[in-house]
């Protein structure tokens, strides 16, 4: 299926920075709790992300990720998931975190 540009800029990407990362116990499988900063456009969004594998809360902490800031909420267990943190599988199909390739400014949206 092919869409158009006018589809795809419909799809709000932005950089935003991991500002607290948390445990999940309450979700089906192994994830965090993210609270993201996106800038003063924005503000800050919570986010769950299946990321568990390769991060520790500690490590995600500081991290400017991509995530979908225009999807309606969600809710996840006892949590509101805000944006659509995104990342690309491993060899093993475990998450990977998207990210800019040197610092930019929060809120930047991916074009």
């Known amino acids: 299926m092919t869409i158009t540009y006018d589809d795809f800029a419909r799809v ?12 999940f116990p309450e ?3 192994p994830a965090y709790k993210l609270l993201i900063d996106f800038g ?5 969004k919570r986010s769950s992300a299946q ?3 390769h991060y520790t809360c500690e490590d995600l902490v500081g991290r400017q990720v991509l ?3 225009n999807f309606p909420p969600r809710q996840i267990g006892p949590m509101r998931s805000e944006v659509l943190t995104l990342g690309v599988p491993d060899d093993k199909g475990e998450v990977v975190l998207i990210g ?10 991916l074009f």
């Open 67 to 69: 995530a979908v800031v």
């Open 12 to 23: 709000d990407i932005r950089v935003g920075r991991i500002i607290r990362a948390d445990p």
């Open 51 to 53: 990321i568990t594998t």
């Open 100 to 109: 800019p390739g040197q610092d930019v400014p929060l809120g930047g949206r």
């Open 40 to 44: 003063p456009e924005i503000g800050e």
């Open 27 to 29: 979700a089906r499988k």
